[in-house]
């Protein structure tokens, strides 16, 4: 059943930036949008019914808010992706969609083991694949033969999904979905009757399996450009809104954002307000809110491969994806890929605990918790000690109109700590532009870490260094900042 794969691939990078006849243009290691003149920034166009909540727009983008079901996705921070499917049982990354169903015979698939798995390295949220680009559907889907019923596996009279759907609330984690768009398989596929097909296997999914947290669409395509399908996304969207309201929808949507690789890591600065997308944000203009969530696979391969068992990405390696995505005010959807007996393997199980472990750890201790601390400028309601009172729900906010201002914290005590956390209150806009902080030695201030944007979460790691008064330099804001959480920890040494 192994074969290689010979095939023209246009991946998520390739088909996101040239969708939309040039809206994707990358510059300096940042993806823009390329709004066409009539929608240059600054001009509204009249109100338009859209199939999603309104959001604030236009000006600077600091008025630009998150919904509550993006802020509730942000605040998760870390999701587990699950590529599982046939390309598990063939070999394979892409499958041509003309595998048999019968080789599909998962002998000991525990979704509970998945989830367990999930919720001990501190994932909120799993997103299975339940139809890759094969066009083979993990449920026993009515609009076609090639699915699960069809394989030898529960005798035909299985549901991955939903066995999955289970097991998230049992252990009251969330569920998402990834429906590839392109179906190697259907045969419709390429004509407008695809689009009537797809809207039917979103709405099997969309109203069989409770509530669910993302529905992920995929950009990728490989097959002849003349059988390209013109995707009705307006349509799938409305669907996605009337039948599961607080879905998000990401990557090839309008919630969410793929960050630009599959390395998992986000831009230095990144903006969750970003111009809005002709398509994805068809009837908009101006800035809306958009975070980026950055996807990388724990292995080489998306799907498990025995080949790869000893491939595992390394714990300084993926210690190094969670600071620079979850610490890039990005969310990181990490891919653990089920093996052919339907469990997830030893040695990414073993690799996870690693990381869970000195993820604990290094946030075990915050040296800056509720010591005291003083503003430059303080609005009268929202006190410097909000931005160390472990809360949450307050922030430091300087005066009206002051857009630069610092946040100093006494520790009482000589502390060594190498790792900072930055948070704004992001519930009323992403502001900071630009920072700076700096520890005091004898009778000066000494720059220890400097950086752009904040967002829900910013880490600066730096050689350790022993202090006890820190400051924290908003050196530029859209408008006045409002930071919810300043922390200081000490990671441990990793030696291998």
Same mark, same amino acid.
């Given at each position: 059943m192994k074969a290689k794969q010979e095939v023209s691939k246009i991946t998520r990078r390739t088909?996101?930036? =040239?969708?939309? !006849?040039?809206?994707?243009?990358? !510059? !300096?290691?940042? +993806?823009?949008?390329?709004?066409?003149?009539?929608?240059?920034?600054?001009?509204?166009? !009249?109100?338009?019914p859209h199939p999603y909540p309104p959001r604030s727009r236009g000006g600077p983008g600091w008025d630009v808010m998150p919904t509550p079901q993006q802020l509730a996705w942000q605040e998760a921070e870390l999701g587990m992706f699950l590529h599982f499917g046939m390309n598990t049982f063939t070999d394979r990354e892409w499958g041509e969609g003309t595998e048999?169903?019968?080789?599909?015979?998962? =002998?000991?698939?525990?979704?509970?083991?998945?989830?367990q798995v999930a919720k001990e390295a501190g994932f909120k949220y799993l997103i299975l694949t339940a139809k890759h680009h094969d066009g083979f559907c993990l449920w026993p889907s009515r609009y076609t033969e090639h699915s699960v019923k069809n394989s030898p596996w529960r005798?035909?009279?299985g549901d991955v999904v939903r066995e999955l759907a289970g097991a998230c609330q049992e252990a009251r984690l969330k569920m998402g979905l990834y429906l590839? #768009?392109?179906?190697?398989?259907? #045969?419709?596929?390429?004509? #407008?009757?695809?689009n009537e097909f797809f809207k039917n296997q979103l709405t099997e999914l969309l =109203?069989?399996?409770g509530d669910i947290f993302e529905v992920w669409f995929d950009g990728a395509y490989g097959g002849p450009p003349e059988k390209k399908q013109n995707y009705d996304w307006q349509g799938y969207y409305e669907l996605i809104r009337r039948l599961q #309201?607080?879905?998000? +929808?990401? +990557?090839?949507?309008?919630? +969410?954002?793929?960050?630009?690789?599959?390395?998992?890591?986000?831009?230095?600065?990144?903006?969750?307000v970003q111009n809005a997308h002709p398509v994805f944000h068809r009837g908009l203009r101006g800035k809306v809110w958009w975070p980026a969530e950055c996807d990388v696979s724990i292995r080489p391969g998306w799907f498990w491969h025995r080949s790869q068992d000893s491939k595992v990405k390394s714990l300084a390696h993926l210690l190094d994806i969670y600071y620079k995505s979850v610490g890039r005010n990005a969310v990181l959807l990490l891919n653990v890929p089920p093996n052919d007996r339907g469990l997830i393997s030893e040695p990414d199980i073993q690799r996870l605990r690693e990381w869970r472990k000195v993820l604990d750890e290094t946030f075990a201790v915050n040296f800056a918790q509720g010591k005291p601390a003083t503003a430059s400028s303080v609005r009268a309601d929202s006190q410097a000690a909000y931005a160390v009172d472990g809360e949450?729900? =307050?922030y430091w906010a300087s005066d009206d109109g002051v857009t630069s201002a610092s946040l100093e914290v006494d520790l009482g005590e000589p502390a060594t700590f190498n790792v900072a956390l930055t948070q704004e209150y992001i519930a009323l806009g992403q502001r900071v532009e630009e920072y700076r902080l700096e520890v005091r030695d004898a009778q000066n201030w000494r720059l220890i870490a400097q950086g752009t944007t904040i967002g829900h979460k910013k880490l600066d790691r730096f050689p350790e260094v022993t202090a006890r008064r820190v400051r924290l330099t908003i050196v530029k804001s859209r408008a006045g900042p409002l930071i919810r959480a300043f922390g200081l920890y000490r990671a441990p040494v990793i030696t291998s």
């Open positions: 088909f996101l930036q =040239t969708l939309g !006849a040039g809206v994707w243009v990358w !510059a !300096a290691g940042d +993806i823009r949008s390329a709004l066409p003149a009539a929608a240059e920034e600054g001009k509204e166009t !009249a109100a338009q048999d169903p019968r080789w599909f015979n998962p =002998t000991e698939l525990d979704p509970r083991q998945w989830v005798e035909g009279k590839s #768009p392109w179906d190697r398989h259907e #045969p419709s596929y390429g004509t #407008p009757a695809y =109203t069989q399996y #309201p607080h879905a998000l +929808i990401a +990557i090839c949507g309008p919630d +969410i954002r793929w960050v630009g690789n599959e390395k998992g890591i986000a831009r230095e600065t990144e903006w969750s949450g729900r =307050t």
